[in-house]
């Protein structure tokens, strides 16, 4: 699956998830699988809403944390890719444009 900047993601509908400390665990019971997501990854999970794009994304961690906007971009792009891939997150009918 490619996935570029302007693709609107949202959570698989499916899934539970929690908050511990700075991770965040995602459960994918159709699977009988558990995810662990590190710091910036959970701060990523967090701000995916179906309205944001992958450059939207990449932009707030990019302001959030010290890395330079390409740098964000690429890491974004890649573990979207990678959620995507694992059916964590599917992505939104019609790019994400309405509300």
Do not use: C
Not at 3 to 24: F, M
Not at 75 to 96: F, N, Q, R, Y
């Amino acid at each position: 699956m490619s996935s570029n900047s302007g693709v609107h993601w949202q959570k698989h509908p499916a899934l539970a998830w929690r908050e511990i400390d700075e991770a965040t665990v995602i459960i994918s019971p159709n699977e009988s699988v558990m995810h662990e997501l590190n710091d910036t990854g959970s701060f990523l999970w967090q701000n995916i809403d179906g309205h944001r794009s992958a450059a939207d994304l990449a932009a707030l961690l990019a302001d959030n944390y010290e890395v330079t906007p390409d740098v964000a971009l690429t890491d974004t792009l890649s573990l979207l890719e990678e959620m995507a891939s694992k059916k964590l997150l599917v992505p939104v009918a019609g790019g994400g444009e309405s509300r």
